[in-house]
């Protein structure tokens, strides 16, 4: 039972490089989301997906773009990579907070942009 | 803006040796407080939901419990298993119903 599963674990990309974080789910949830966790600071939400076709933005949206086919995916694109961006990247599902679900996290994405 | 404070930052204790973190929040209507706790290169793995002031949830040598403003996450005699950094997490009244407002952790290390 794999859950969340996030690729790639490691990343290092230059400054205006674009690159996908991939994101995949077998826990048959229609909610996704996707944060970004800074070394003494916070998870902060970037974008959710309450199903397939339908995003919405979170705390900090800018320099990201997402996009939601199917249930199972929720790929995590940044174009114009900037070192503001490194960070580490965290995917989780949830069946959904107004039904009191909580939220299923991957492994994280490690991403340093140089 | 709603504000998740959790303390102390960091927090070392021998096996054996209780203690408790703090999780405050300035939300008004809190709609659910999550505990999570995460190892080091893992993601958060899921612990505990709290809905109402009075509410308290157990799992092993963890106890969470739930005022008005501030919830408290109790370890009773830890092992050094138990070291990782505890996340607290709220679900405000407002906005996005599926947004959480995380604080920033407390990072537990418990010495054997």
């Known amino acids: 039972n794999a859950g969340v599963t996030q690729t790639p674990k490691f990343r290092i990309l230059k400054i205006g490089q674009s690159m996908t974080l991939q994101c995949t789910q077998d826990m048959n949830h229609n909610y996704m989301y996707w944060y970004r966790q800074d070394p003494g600071m916070g998870l902060k939400l970037i974008y959710y997906?309450?199903?397939?076709?339908?995003?919405d933005k979170g705390e900090v949206p800018n320099g990201y773009n997402v996009s939601r086919s199917t249930t199972e995916d929720f790929p995590l694109r940044l174009e114009l990579a900037a070192p503001s961006q490194t960070s580490v990247y965290f995917c989780?599902?949830?069946?959904?907070?107004?039904?009191?679900?909580?939220?299923?996290f991957g492994d994280g994405t490690r991403l340093s942009i140089l | 803006e709603d504000q998740v404070t959790q303390s102390p930052e960091a927090l070392r204790l021998q096996e054996g040796e209780s203690s408790s973190l703090n999780c405050s929040y300035t939300?008004?209507?809190?709609?659910?407080l999550f505990w999570y706790r995460q190892d080091p290169g893992k993601g958060p793995e899921f612990l505990f939901t709290?809905?109402?002031a009075g509410e308290e949830k157990e799992k092993e040598r963890l106890k969470a419990t739930l005022t008005k403003k501030e919830s408290f996450l109790h370890i009773t005699a830890p092992k050094p298993e138990d070291s990782a950094t505890y996340l607290c997490?709220?679900?405000?009244?407002?906005?996005?119903?599926?947004?959480?407002?995380f604080g920033k952790g407390t990072k537990l290390t418990v010495n054997p």
């Open positions: 939300v008004s209507g809190l709609r659910g």
């Open positions: 997490a709220v679900r405000p009244p407002k906005g996005g119903s599926e947004k959480l407002v």
């Open positions: 989780a599902t949830s069946g959904g907070l107004l039904s009191n679900q909580p939220q299923h």
């Open positions: 709290l809905y109402s």
């Open positions: 997906s309450v199903g397939a076709g339908i995003t």
